[in-house]
């Protein structure tokens, strides 16, 4: 099998994965027209932003609104790590009812990127053992760039314990960095 299959290959069941795993990505992107009004969606991110302010600054992070999707929030993780540059948080509260996590770590100035990495084979395939491995998933977006993640349902009401318990989880994502590095750029793990 060539080199591009197999990347095609791995990158098809680290999508698979992700989807069985944590249920479809959240949005990210802003959207391009104002939402509608949606009560217990708006209510939902009240309580989200509530808890984020007591939960962010246990790990450093300070969240804010985002300007451009009212329902997103992001923060960067900078303290305490040892591989990553920094950590982007977006926490998204969805249509469907759920609350998504993307975690984008930022390796020597920029997210890691799928089509910049050194070796795209072997960096698809800790990702696909990361995401078996690892409590939160491992993935790529729409352009490439890597992020790990949760995806949590409402169905039960609002899971303060579970998000707290992502939320302490996020620092613990620089050590996967510092393993895929031979991957990422050819130096040694750390």
């Not at 451009?68 to 009812?97: C, R, W």
């Not at 698809?124 to 977006?141: C, T, V």
């Not at 989880?169 to 990422?184: E, L, T, W």
Request: aromatic share 8%; charged share 20%.
């Amino acid at each position: 099998m060539s080199n591009s299959r197999a990347v095609i290959l791995a990158l098809a069941l680290c999508a698979a994965a992700s989807v069985a795993i944590g249920g479809a990505p959240a949005p990210v992107l802003a959207q391009t027209a104002a939402p509608a009004p949606d009560p217990a969606r708006d209510a939902t991110r009240e309580k989200m932003r509530a808890l984020l302010d007591i939960e962010g600054p246990k790990i450093g992070v300070a969240f804010n609104q985002s300007t451009k999707e009212p329902y997103n929030f992001a923060g960067m993780l900078t303290q305490g790590l040892h591989n990553s540059d920094s950590i982007e948080i977006v926490i998204s509260v969805t249509k469907s009812n759920t609350i998504g996590f993307r975690i984008y770590p930022h390796y020597k100035g920029a997210y890691i990127n799928l089509g910049r990495v050194k070796n795209s084979v072997d960096f698809a395939h800790r990702l696909l053992r990361y995401s078996d491995e690892n409590f939160l998933f491992w993935g790529i977006d729409n352009s490439g760039d890597t992020f790990t993640g949760f995806t949590i349902t409402l169905e039960s009401g609002f899971p303060n314990e579970a998000i707290d318990t992502v939320i302490r989880s996020i620092p613990n994502q620089d050590k996967f960095v510092g393993q895929m590095r031979p991957a990422i750029d050819g130096s040694a793990a750390q």
